[in-house]
């Protein structure tokens, strides 16, 4: 073999140099394109997460709305089923309290009722002792009786000469 000079060694150190040159210039650009991909995509997962965060804040107030609406909702409902069972109760029970008055007022008119038919009371005593209730007693024996009208607002009886036809 021979000998290589020092120039030739300089020169091929050169072009082995400028070659190495050439390739780190060609993977700098190729990381430079790598780096503006990369700055792209960056970019838009920024926005992404912008999107991402308003839409996450979206979903929190609307489950919240939601769960007020429904506790609202239901709240409502139970009170209005609460009053209706209450009101239904209280009729109930003025409606036995009435009952059982309409039953007592009319064992009592009956109890009267037996004692007129056998003569035994006064007709016009009995009729001005009934309770006050909103009623017009008339006769119907064609003659010119004495007809009582009972009024509870005032609690007067007023005693009308004549049948009312």
Same mark, same amino acid.
């Given at each position: 073999?021979?000998?290589? $000079?020092? &120039? %030739?060694i300089?020169?091929?150190? &050169?072009?082995?140099? #400028? ?8 993977? +700098? ?6 780096? %503006?991909?990369l ?5 838009r997962?920024? @926005? ?9 804040? /979206? ?15 239901? #709240?409502?409902? +139970?009170? $209005?089923?609460?009053?209706?069972m209450?009101?239904t109760? &209280?009729?109930? =029970?003025? /409606?036995?309290?009435?009952?059982? %008055?309409? !039953? *007592?007022?009319?064992q %009592?008119? +009956?109890?009267?009722?037996? =004692? ?8 016009? *005593?009995?009729? @001005?002792?009934?309770?006050?209730? +909103?009623? /017009? ?8 009786? &004495?007809?009582? $009208? ?11 000469? @004549?049948?009312? !036809?």
């Amino acid at each position: 073999m021979t000998d290589l $000079t020092r &120039e %030739e060694i300089d020169a091929k150190l &050169e072009a082995n140099e #400028a070659r190495r040159d050439a390739m780190f210039a060609t993977i +700098n650009g190729k990381l430079d394109l790598i780096v %503006e991909r990369l700055e792209s995509q960056i970019k838009r997962i920024d @926005k992404l997460e912008q999107a991402m965060i308003s839409l996450k804040s /979206t979903v929190i107030i609307t489950g919240i709305s939601s769960s007020i609406a429904i506790i609202l909702g239901v #709240a409502g409902f +139970n009170a $209005t089923l609460l009053s209706n069972m209450t009101a239904t109760f &209280e009729s109930g =029970k003025e /409606t036995a309290t009435m009952q059982y %008055e309409t !039953r *007592r007022m009319a064992q %009592e008119t +009956n109890a009267l009722l037996k =004692k007129w038919k056998s003569g035994s009371i006064n007709k016009l *005593r009995t009729i @001005k002792s009934l309770p006050l209730l +909103n009623f /017009t007693m008339s006769c119907y024996c064609r003659k010119n009786c &004495e007809v009582l $009208t009972c009024k509870p607002s005032t609690g007067r009886r007023d005693r009308i000469p @004549k049948h009312r !036809r």
